[in-house]
């Protein structure tokens, strides 16, 4: 049984800054792509950032480009989501998710259960 949960999560000011973790089993790690979605009340889930299996290649929503980094450990099956210059526009639920290595960004197909991030103005 596949697991992916996050951690992190919590209130934060204006330009302050989050780290969020996510811990996955049940699955061999370093097959697998990692991404990072949200989703705001009544919006849709959007892409957030991504990494390749081994680290070596990223991918980033260009609301985030420069303020948000994407990284991986594979000895701890983790994904991280450094969070730094947040704006309230970044309050949602965030979730990650898996997609076995080489399958196209529409293909994740095991999913967190997600964390709260919300920032005040």
């Known amino acids: 049984q596949v697991n992916l949960v996050e951690s992190g999560g919590g209130l934060v000011q204006a330009g302050g800054s989050l780290r969020l973790s996510c811990a996955a089993s049940?699955?061999?790690?370093?097959?697998?792509?990692m991404g990072w979605f949200r989703q705001a009340p009544g919006k849709e889930r959007e892409f957030v950032a991504e990494i390749n299996w081994s680290g070596s290649s990223t991918d980033y929503a260009d609301s985030v480009k420069g303020r948000f980094t994407i990284s991986r450990n594979n000895a701890k099956n983790t994904v991280y989501l450094q969070m730094n210059s947040l704006k309230p526009e970044d309050t949602a639920v965030y979730y990650c998710?898996?997609?076995?290595?080489?399958?196209?960004?529409?293909?994740?197909?095991?999913w967190g259960q997600g964390t709260q991030v919300t920032v005040s103005s």
């Open positions: 049940g699955l061999t790690f370093s097959l697998y792509a």
């Open positions: 998710a898996a997609r076995i290595r080489g399958s196209d960004r529409n293909k994740y197909n095991y």
